[in-house]
């Protein structure tokens, strides 16, 4: 079982939706909690990260941490095209220097 | 502008023939990792370091040998390329261990 599991999609959803993305962990130990973008042909580009539980919000972006249950989850509202990449969350042990990734979500936005 | 540069680009050689992937950083980060992306396997971490001269393994080090000589770079080098070792390659650094800057990416192909 892979420490942080996220379904590769793809996902194709309509200009404006709201989109959410999702992941599970195993290992209780993660305190980090990061969501990237990967546009083709590019490398990750960092979009928010948290630490421990809770929520965080970064204009279209939502980031929520529910620690009691191991699931991470992005919100992007307003959803447009230039938002089509994909998406990969990470999860860190603090001092662990590692960051341990999902598959990746593959997201297109149709206008 | 902030960034991690990696160069090459794109890379096809050889097996056998030593070479090296090479990675700055212009954000005095303390922290610097290389990791791979295979498809499937999503981004797994080959080495790290947390300053100069403190160079860790990853989850996947077999065929590489990294060095930390200065803050700004961490070489990749691969002493003797195998075709599995065919992949895209990032570079990544960051201030404080967590919420890492990724460069843009080495295709190697090893034939």
């Known amino acids: 079982q892979k420490e942080v599991e996220q379904d590769p999609g793809p996902l194709s959803v309509p200009e404006g939706a709201i989109v959410s993305l999702n992941c599970t962990y195993s290992?209780?130990?993660?305190?980090?909690f990061m969501w990237y973008r990967q546009y083709s042909r590019k490398g990750p580009e960092l979009l928010m990260y948290t630490y421990s539980s809770g929520n965080k919000e970064d204009g279209r972006f939502t980031a929520q941490v529910d620690k009691s249950s191991k699931y991470i989850s992005l919100f992007i509202r307003d959803s447009q095209p230039s938002d089509s990449a994909t998406y990969l969350c990470a999860s860190e042990i603090q001092g662990a220097q590692k960051l341990v990734f999902g598959q990746g979500t593959r997201l297109t936005i149709n206008p | 502008e902030a960034q991690v540069t990696q160069n090459p680009r794109y890379l096809i050689t050889v097996t056998g023939k030593k070479l090296t992937v090479t990675c700055s950083q212009n954000m005095n980060h303390e922290y610097m990792s290389w990791y791979r992306q295979d498809p499937g396997l999503g981004l797994r971490q080959i080495y790290y370091?947390?300053?100069?001269?403190?160079?860790d393994k990853g989850d996947v080090p077999e065929g590489y040998k990294v060095s930390r000589k200065e803050k700004r770079n961490f070489p990749l080098i691969l002493e003797s390329p195998s075709p599995n070792q065919t992949s895209l390659y990032f570079c990544?650094?960051?201030?404080?261990?967590?919420?890492?800057?990724f460069g843009s990416g080495t295709r190697l192909t090893v034939v």
């Open positions: 990544a650094s960051s201030l404080y261990g967590y919420g890492y800057t």
């Open positions: 290992n209780s130990a993660f305190q980090y």
């Open positions: 370091s947390m300053n100069v001269e403190v160079t």
